[in-house]
C-alpha cells in the first residue's frame, strides 16, 4: 500500500530555513504529483507546493519565492526547501499523492516558526 512519511519539521526562528522530505513506497513514484500541504493552527489544510510528474511546479501564493519544491525520483522523495520563514509558516506540514483516484496521506510533520 502506498506509504508517506515526512520529516525534517522543528523549530526555527524568524527568517530561518527548514527543509522537509517526503519519502514514499508502495507506488511508483515517478508517475504522480507530488503536494505539500499545510493545516494552521484554525484553519483548513492548504496547498502549499504541487511538483507534476511532468516536472511542473505549483506554489501557493504565500510560499512564492521562499520555498521551493523539488523530488528525486531515484530515492522516491519530494522535499519542501524552506527559506525566510515567518511566523504565519506555522503549522503541521504534509505530503499528499493520488494514486488510481485514492488520496493519501502522510502523517505530518510540525513546523513551528517563533523567537
Known amino acids: 500500500q502506498v506509504q508517506l512519511v515526512e520529516s525534517g519539521g522543528g523549530l526555527v526562528q524568524p527568517g530561518g530555513s527548514l527543509r522537509l522530505s517526503c519519502a514514499a513506497s508502495?507506488?511508483?513514484?515517478?508517475?504522480?504529483?507530488m503536494g505539500w500541504y499545510r493545516r494552521s493552527p484554525g484553519k483548513q489544510r492548504q496547498l502549499v507546493a504541487l511538483?507534476?510528474?511532468?516536472?511542473?511546479?505549483t506554489y501557493a501564493n504565500s510560499a512564492k519565492g521562499r520555498f521551493t519544491i523539488s523530488r528525486d525520483n531515484a530515492k522516491n522523495t519530494v522535499y519542501l526547501q524552506m527559506n525566510s520563514l515567518k511566523p504565519e509558516d506555522t503549522a503541521v506540514y504534509y505530503c499528499?499523492?493520488?494514486?488510481?483516484?485514492?488520496?493519501?496521506w502522510g502523517q505530518g510533520t510540525q513546523v513551528t516558526v517563533s523567537s
Open positions: 499528499r499523492v493520488v494514486v488510481n483516484g485514492h488520496e493519501h
Open positions: 508502495g507506488m511508483i513514484f515517478s508517475a504522480y504529483a
Open positions: 511538483f507534476t510528474s511532468s516536472g511542473s511546479t
